[in-house]
């Protein structure tokens, strides 16, 4: 079964990193994915850049209505995901424990599903 592993950090903790500092979190992560992908349960994974770049879209009675980022209601942002293919939400939880990020942030395990459920 897929589950999503959502990177959720306070959105302004990145611009509070040195370059070195967040080069070096980024390496760490890549090291990760690469575990990941030895062992055979990475499905997929990206890094995404910040929600000032971002932009919302929503259509609403036919009008559709574009938000650009920073979106001032935020707290935090999606900084990126793992997808990983594991038999149960156990080991998906497992994965997510020793993902570094873990350490600075929230890693959310999500089971991937329809969304009517």
Known sequence: MAYMLLIVEPVGERAQ???????????????FAATLQA?????GVESLESAERGARVRVRGGETQLIDGPFAEAK?????FFVVDVDTQAEAIAIA???PA???ATVE???VGPCFL
Request: glycine letters at 12%; proline letters at 0%; charged letters at 30%.
């Open 97 to 99: 424990r020793e993902c």
């Open 17 to 31: 990193r040195t370059l070195a500092e967040g080069q070096e979190l980024y390496a760490r992560m890549q090291d």
């Open 76 to 80: 935090e942002m999606i900084g990126g």
């Open 102 to 104: 873990a350490q600075w």
């Open 39 to 43: 062992r055979g349960v990475l499905r």
């Open 109 to 111: 395990v999500r089971a």
